[in-house]
Nanobody, 123 residues
């Protein structure tokens, strides 16, 4: 399984932009569907965005659609989340997720999480 490490979190003012990164430990990164999830204070983990292994298909939660952009660079084994026009309610720990993984004609039900990076939006 791949290992994931997020970075880029921090304190940002409402309306500003921030970019999160998630670096994978192995070139098999390109075989994984990747996603971002977040966990606001006192709440459960929720879906933010996902991207196909090739990068040609993306999906977003309604709460971030039009403000956040997910992308990936398979050559750099890196997943990104560009966060624009951030709101107070975007405050959360953001997690990178990998899975499932393509292996030939198979789809393997792997599910790998990073350690998370804190994003705090201030007014």
């Amino acid at each position: 399984q791949v290992q994931l490490r997020e970075s880029g979190g921090g304190l940002v003012q409402a309306g500003a932009s921030l970019r999160l990164s998630c670096v994978a430990s192995d070139d098999i990164f390109s075989d994984y569907r990747m996603g971002w999830f977040r966990q606001p204070p006192g709440k459960g983990r929720e879906f933010v965005a996902r991207i196909s292994s090739s990068g040609d298909s993306t999906d977003y939660s309604e709460s971030v659609k039009g403000r956040f952009t997910i992308s990936r660079d398979n050559a750099k084994r890196t997943l990104y989340l560009q966060m624009n026009s951030v709101k107070l309610e975007d405050t959360a720990v953001y997690y990178c997720n990998a899975g499932p993984r393509r292996s030939g004609n198979l789809i393997l039900p792997e599910n790998v999480w990073g350690q998370g990076t804190q994003v705090t939006v201030s007014s």
